[in-house]
């Protein structure tokens, strides 16, 4: 597929005329990389951003002792490393390839012409960080106000939104995440996570095969979140 054909099926370039989406395409370049790739980590100079064809990359904050916290995940069409861009400041977490992805890549002068020639554009990246914002704000209240088998519930539920595929009140996700990275998504030691993981499958409200997760009842999985 050409550039300028795979723009159109990204929902930040998708207001753009032909024209401008074919001039865009031109200071864009492609990139594939491998599963566990690093893209930057915190606090590195930020000068590109990143948008994905396919593939998943997450976005983590890394703590001393060499563990980290998954922020978010995003998949094809999202767009991230934004914010270096916006703010001008070092990059505010590591974004590391969750699997195999395809990406494309736009440097900041065309970034931020792209901007000014695009209202419509700033509106979109304007919503998508009023979105990461409440996304975090709930992290915030969960920690504080939720135990662990209510933080995992809801990720999980939030998890089947996001990435997975739902028939009735069944549904099933594939993602690369270990049960590590689940633990760190939900602030919580992976131990903790593993007694309740296995407290749901007890119940028969998940199974887990690989790395992928089958939810038996949403709704009873829902009422956990508390
Ligand atoms: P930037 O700071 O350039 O590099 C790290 C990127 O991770 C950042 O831009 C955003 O695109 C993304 N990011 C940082 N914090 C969050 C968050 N709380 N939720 C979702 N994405 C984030």
């Known amino acids: 597929m050409s550039p300028a054909a795979l723009l159109a099926n990204i929902p930040l370039f998708q207001a753009l005329g032909p024209d401008d989406r074919e001039r865009l395409s031109r200071s864009i370049k492609r990139q594939v990389v491998h599963k566990g790739t690093v893209l930057f980590q915190k606090g590195e100079p930020g000068t590109t951003l990143y948008v994905i064809i396919t593939g998943k990359i997450k976005i983590i904050l890394p703590s001393s002792l060499g563990e980290e916290m998954v922020l978010a995940v995003f998949s094809?069409?999202?767009f991230f490393g934004e914010m270096a861009l916006l703010d001008g400041m070092p990059r505010s977490a590591d974004a590391v390839a969750l699997e195999d992805a395809e990406l494309l890549m736009l440097d900041q002068a065309d970034f931020v012409?792209?901007?000014q020639n695009n209202p419509g554009a700033i509106q979109a990246i304007l919503r998508s960080l009023s979105l990461r914002l409440r996304k975090t704000d709930d992290l915030l209240q969960d920690t504080c106000f939720l135990n662990v088998s209510g933080r995992l519930a809801k990720k999980l539920v939030e998890l089947v939104e996001e990435h997975g595929t739902r028939q009735d009140n069944e549904a099933v996700f594939d993602l690369s995440l270990t049960q590590a990275d689940l633990a760190r998504?939900?602030?919580?030691?992976?131990?903790?996570?593993?007694k309740e993981l296995r407290t749901l499958r007890e119940k028969g409200l998940i199974t887990i095969e690989g790395r992928s997760f089958t939810i038996?009842?949403?709704?009873?999985?829902?009422?956990?979140?508390?």
């Open 113 to 115: 012409s792209f901007l």
């Open 185 to 194: 998504m939900v602030g919580a030691s992976r131990e903790s996570v593993n």
């Open 216 to 226: 038996h009842n949403m709704e009873r999985l829902r009422r956990r979140i508390k």
């Open 76 to 78: 094809g069409g999202d």
